[in-house]
């Protein structure tokens, strides 16, 4: 099993639709959650940190939830400019054999069409 | 102030050949990590250098090596490249404990 998966879609989602993607990790002790960015042939980018109580950045919104080792990713009103692959890191715990190294899921690939 | 820079930005080999990619931390960061990203994968963990050791290492083979310099540039080695070590390799820097890594521009390694 994967320390990270993610379905890899494509997704393709018209402009102002709704959009989630979810992630599952197989660490029960993993630390730290984050959804990054990556644009084509660019560098991953953070997109924001994941917490249990939940984060909203303007149109994103991320869930934690610890007891189902799940990770989710909610875009609304999605625009041309959101298209990218999605994706899903954790971090193992401190003094655990994955801390401070970023286990990334496969990616999602979301196209959002005029 | 300069972000996470790599180089070179691409590169093509031949199957046995070695390699040499160098990365530089964003101003004020301590901790360099490798990730190696196959087409369509995300990336994984190689291993990450901090106060000139290696720290941590992922599952990969000891062809792959690296080092860190005291002005904590890094340099990622690959030795007897295989076509499938063809892939963007990324370098990420951090501060201390790495909970966010700032990824440089990647260098693109082609193994024909």
């Known amino acids: 099993r994967k320390e990270v998966e993610q379905d890899p879609g494509p997704f393709n989602v018209p402009e102002g639709a709704t959009v989630a993607f979810n992630c599952t990790y197989s660490n029960s002790a993993s630390q730290s959650f984050f959804w990054y960015r990556q644009d084509c042939r660019k560098e991953p980018k953070l997109l924001m940190s994941v917490y249990s109580s939940g984060n909203e950045d303007g149109r994103f919104t991320a869930q934690l939830n610890r007891a189902s080792q799940y990770i989710s990713l909610l875009i609304r009103d999605s625009k041309l400019s959101d298209s990218a692959t999605y994706l899903c890191?954790?971090?193992?715990?401190?003094?655990?054999?994955?801390?401070?190294?970023?286990?990334f899921g496969q990616g999602t690939i979301l196209t959002v069409h005029p | 102030d300069a972000g996470v820079t790599q180089s070179p930005t691409h590169l093509i080999k031949t199957r046995g050949q070695q390699v040499t990619l160098r990365c530089s931390p964003k101003?004020?960061?301590?901790?360099v990590s490798w990730y190696q990203q196959a087409l369509g994968q995300g990336p994984q963990f190689i291993f990450q250098?901090?106060?000139?050791?290696?720290?941590q290492r992922g599952n990969f083979p000891d062809r792959f090596s690296g080092h860190q310099f005291p002005n904590y540039s890094s340099e990622l080695n690959v030795n007897a490249l295989l076509l499938g070590d063809s892939a963007l390799y990324l370098c990420a820097s951090s501060l201390g404990p790495p909970d966010e890594q700032f990824f440089g521009p990647g260098t693109r390694l082609t193994v024909l």
């Open positions: 101003s004020g960061h301590d901790t």
């Open positions: 250098y901090y106060e000139e050791e290696e720290r």
């Open positions: 890191v954790v971090i193992g715990n401190a003094g655990g054999t994955s801390y401070g190294k970023l286990t």
